[in-house]
């Protein structure tokens, strides 16, 4: 963590972002600020935060979609702020990845207590990769979640891109049916490898030369799929 920490501060309400924003800094914190999705993931590319605070409800992405994405190349701690208070947002939440929830209204003294909490961990626990993965004639840019092949666009679906980018964070480790089904669909498709092979097979389609004989999603017999670089 840098001298003073620096945190990203996603909410779409400029009141509340305000208030927080101001709240952060009179404590002697970094603050940058985004009031969307969009505008968060390239924030935390550039700025490389070492705390996110993140709302749900953001108006151009789903909040929990966003932590899936993110938690795969960020370790960096996330803090939900969301007026969502049913148990099952809470669940979700921290099931996508979210270390702490905390409900609109809030005390300040509460807020500041779970931000210290949070940078009291070790920088390993913090570790945050380069948001660029390579591999073949392949490129992805996990800020603007922008997958190329040999210069071009390839046209992903929401679950293909995710499946994809879990698969390429984690080179060389093989990844259960049930640990993917979990990560891209949640535990209600845990029994469902059919749904998962389907997917692999076009993601196959569309990254691999010779689908048929994939160089880079390989399959485990009985276990779940591998990615080589």
Known sequence: M????TILLVEDDRQIRELVAATLEGEGYAVVEAGTAAQGAVEAGACKPDLLILDLGLPDRNGINFIRDY???????IL???ARSQEISKVTALDA????YLTKPF???ELLARVRALLRRTPAERE???PIIEFG???????????TRAG??????????????LLASNPGRVLTHRQLLLQIWGSRALENNQYLRIYVGHLRQKIERIPAQPQHILTEIGVGYRFQP
Do not use: K, M
């Open 2 to 5: 840098s001298e003073t920490p």
């Open 71 to 77: 938690r795969i190349w960020s370790a960096v701690p």
């Open 80 to 82: 939900i702020l969301s």
């Open 97 to 100: 990845g979210a270390d702490d």
């Open 107 to 109: 005390g300040v003294s």
């Open 128 to 130: 945050q990769l380069e």
């Open 137 to 147: 004639d392949c490129r992805i840019d996990c800020v603007h979640r922008l997958v």
């Open 152 to 165: 071009e666009p390839l046209h992903l679906t929401d679950i293909q891109y995710r499946l994809l980018i």
